[in-house]
């Protein structure tokens, strides 16, 4: 079953601006997960964060995680032409069950 | 250097007739899982194993069925494959760990029916 849903569906925007997506989820997590796919290619591991951390940075990538309300987001910063892929944010389970649920994810384009 | 590594990248096949799909890697990783992809849609866990422990989900179908015979390869074998599954199948790897980390994900296999 589908844990997490997104926020926007998509989005397009020009190059240089900032890009943010949200993701919500239903269960309690030990933590959340950012990947990418670029079109017709696998997943790539952006940034993962933990459930006792609010906020973490890795480049251009800010992600915030708020347990209260269930959800997370992903500001890419000054994005550029390359960044244009779909996102997911990914949630494990309390149960250690070693697997990912994705969420549908935002099909983000950064125009030239 | 590629460290999972999904073969075929692009598969066609004719409906009804048995079709593999294979997933190799170098991370020397315990886990390793099985997800279907369909257009626009978000990956969804066919099955996993944790060393030779095969996991297999609740709404997987039968006609999907896997192998891993030794900790570097990993098959998906779809018997009898229709038309709706026609989807990229993606492999990925984690390390053991207490709780989930970051998965690697190949680049996936296409796969087409006809």
């Known amino acids: 079953s589908q844990q997490g849903e997104e926020d926007p569906q998509a989005l397009s925007i020009q190059e240089g601006e900032n890009a943010t997506m949200n993701c919500s989820y239903k269960t309690s997590i030990n933590n959340l997960q950012w990947y990418r796919q670029n079109s017709g290619r696998g997943l790539v591991h952006l940034i993962l964060i933990r459930s006792n951390e609010r906020e973490k940075h890795s480049g251009r990538l800010r992600v915030t995680l708020d347990t209260s309300k269930k959800s997370s987001s992903l500001l890419i910063t000054a994005s550029r032409a390359a960044d244009t892929a779909s996102y997911f944010c990914?949630?494990?389970?309390?149960?250690?069950?070693?697997?990912?649920?994705f969420g549908s994810g935002t099909r983000l384009l950064v125009r030239p | 250097d590629a460290m999972v590594i999904q073969n075929p990248r692009y598969q066609v096949t004719q409906f009804g007739k048995p079709v593999t799909l294979s997933c190799s890697q170098t991370l020397n990783h315990n886990v390793m899982y099985w997800y279907q992809q369909k257009s626009s849609q978000a990956p969804k866990l066919l099955f996993h194993y944790y060393d030779k422990d095969f996991n297999n989900e609740a709404d997987t179908p039968d006609n999907f069925q896997s192998r891993r015979p030794n900790t570097s390869f990993c098959f998906l074998d779809i018997r009898s494959p229709g038309l709706g599954d026609a989807a990229m199948y993606l492999c990925a790897t984690s390390g053991q760990g207490r709780y989930q980390e970051t998965q690697y994900f190949g680049p996936g296999t296409r796969l087409l029916v006809l």
């Open positions: 990914a949630t494990d389970g309390m149960d250690s069950s070693y697997k990912l649920i």
